[in-house]
C-alpha cells in the first residue's frame, strides 16, 4: 500500500523558513515526478512546486517562485520544499503528490494520483 506522509509544518512568523519533507512507502518513487500542492481555508488546491523523475527538471507558482526551493532524494523516497521569506499568504495545508506514470516532468499539468494527507503550515504577521 502506497502512502505519502508529510512532515515539517508548523506556525512561523512571516519572513521566517520552514522545510517539509515527504516520505513515501509502499514502493519505489525514483522514475516518478513529484510535487507539492497547498489548499487555503475556502480557495481551490493549486500547485506549488514540481520536480521531475531526474530531478533535472522543476517548476514553481509564480507566488512561489525564488522563495521555495523543490528537491528530492531517491535514496530515501523523499520530496522536500524547502520555503523561505515565507508571507502570510502562504498559509495552507500542503500536500505531496506523485504523478502516476514513470519519467514524468512533475509539470503543472502533469497527472498527479498519489497524495498524501497534508501538513499544516500557519504564517502568522
Known amino acids: 500500500q502506497v502512502q505519502l506522509v508529510e512532515s515539517g509544518g508548523g506556525l512561523v512568523q512571516a519572513g521566517g523558513s520552514l522545510r517539509l519533507s515527504c516520505a513515501a512507502s509502499?514502493?519505489?518513487?525514483?522514475?516518478?515526478?513529484m510535487g507539492w500542492f497547498r489548499q487555503a481555508p475556502g480557495k481551490e488546491r493549486e500547485f506549488v512546486a514540481g520536480i521531475s523523475w531526474s530531478a533535472a527538471n522543476t517548476y514553481y507558482a509564480n507566488s512561489v517562485k525564488g522563495r521555495f526551493t523543490i528537491s528530492r532524494d531517491k535514496a530515501k523516497n523523499t520530496v522536500y520544499l524547502q520555503m523561505n521569506s515565507l508571507k502570510p499568504e502562504d498559509t495552507a495545508v500542503y500536500y505531496c503528490?506523485?504523478?502516476?506514470?514513470?519519467?514524468?516532468?512533475?509539470?503543472?499539468?502533469?497527472?498527479?494520483?498519489?497524495w498524501g494527507q497534508g501538513t499544516q503550515v500557519t504564517v502568522s504577521s
Open positions: 509502499g514502493r519505489t518513487f525514483s522514475n516518478f515526478a
Open positions: 503528490a506523485v504523478e502516476g506514470s514513470r519519467y514524468g516532468l512533475g509539470s503543472p499539468d502533469s497527472k498527479y494520483d498519489y
